[in-house]
């Protein structure tokens, strides 16, 4: 799928018009329901597949839950480098773990993201990974709404990329 087909498929799937809250707190009179275009088998492979092109040296990909995981698992399987999911809070029953999979420190990790607006869930795990030991070397999102998180990513040293970013999408709110 080419990029104008991944765009055009995405905004039939998952662009909506209305009255929103965004995770950041902001109303918006759009929303890119990830979830629409995640579920897609054709939108997913071809998500995976472009993510994959940014692997480069990580040594793992890693999703935090629970919008990124389908993306990290698809992008995974592209690339043949393993993958992890980072949970939202540490679970407090079995392994107790809030990084599932394995990563050892030491590891480059490409982080992947659904929909970013401030980045806000995005520094959160940069920050858990660090603190881990590992190095984030990119974070690649599906969807940029250009509102301030490459700005927020890109102060901590981390490159971001946007896959479709809300201009390609025709959207000017």
């Given at each position: ?48 597949a472009a993510?994959?092109a940014h ?24 690339s043949g ?93």
């Open positions: 799928m080419t990029k104008d087909q991944l765009v055009a498929r995405i905004r039939e799937l998952a662009v909506l018009h209305g009255d929103f809250t965004l995770r950041s707190g902001r109303k918006s009179k759009y929303y890119v329901d990830k979830y629409r275009f995640e579920t897609q088998p054709d939108a997913l492979a071809a998500l995976g993510i994959a692997a480069g040296d990580a040594d793992r990909i890693a999703g935090p839950e629970l919008g990124a995981v389908a993306l990290a698992a698809s992008a995974s399987m592209a480098k393993p993958c992890v999911f980072i949970r939202n809070s540490k679970k407090d029953y079995g392994t107790a773990k809030q990084i599932e999979g394995v990563l050892e420190a030491g590891e480059k990790v490409l982080l992947v993201e659904d929909v970013l607006t401030t980045g806000g869930q995005a520094i959160e795990a940069i920050e858990m990974l660090r603190d881990m030991g590992c190095e984030v070397t990119k974070l690649v999102a599906v969807i940029d709404r250009q509102e301030g998180a490459r700005k927020n990513v890109e102060q901590l040293g981390v490159e971001m990329v946007g896959l479709v970013t809300k201009a390609d999408l025709g959207i000017d709110e």
